[in-house]
Nanobody, 124 residues
Framework: HVQLVESGGGSVQAGGSLRLSCAAS????????MGWFRQAPGKEREGVAC???????MYSDSVKGRFTISQENGKNTVYLQMNDLKPDDTAMYYC???????????????????WGQGTQVTVS
C-alpha cells in the first residue's frame, strides 16, 4: 500500500524559509523518483523539484537556486528546503513518487503515479 504523507507547511513572511517533509511507505525513496509539485488557486499544478534514484536532482526555473530537494534513506523521507520564499510560492505542495526517471519536458515535469494529500504553504 503506497502512502505519501507531507508535513512542514505553514505561513511565513517573504524572505523566510520552510522545510517540507514527505514520509513514504510502500516505496523505498532510494529506488524511486520523488518529486514536489504545487498548485495555487486558479492555476495549473506545477512541478518544482525531482530527485531520481540515481541521485540526480532537477528544478523548475521558478525555484532554482532557492529550493533544494533531498532524501534521507534511513527515514524513507524526502525533503524540500525552501529559502527566500516569495508570495508567488503560496500554494498547496504535494509530494509524488513513481518508478520513472526525473525529466523535464518543455521545462515542465511530467505527472507522477502516486500523490500525497498536500501541505499548504502561505507566504505574505
Amino acid at each position: 500500500h503506497v502512502q505519501l504523507v507531507e508535513s512542514g507547511g505553514g505561513s511565513v513572511q517573504a524572505g523566510g524559509s520552510l522545510r517540507l517533509s514527505c514520509a513514504a511507505s510502500g516505496y523505498t525513496v532510494s529506488s524511486t523518483r520523488m518529486g514536489w509539485f504545487r498548485q495555487a488557486p486558479g492555476k495549473e499544478r506545477e512541478g518544482v523539484a525531482c530527485i531520481g534514484r540515481d541521485g540526480i536532482t532537477m528544478y523548475s526555473d521558478s525555484v532554482k537556486g532557492r529550493f533544494t530537494i533531498s532524501q534521507e534513506n534511513g527515514k524513507n523521507t524526502v525533503y524540500l528546503q525552501m529559502n527566500d520564499l516569495k508570495p508567488d510560492d503560496t500554494a498547496m505542495y504535494y509530494c509524488a513518487a513513481d518508478f520513472q526517471l526525473c525529466s523535464l519536458v518543455a521545462g515542465k515535469f511530467p505527472s507522477f503515479g502516486h500523490w500525497g494529500q498536500g501541505t499548504q504553504v502561505t507566504v505574505s
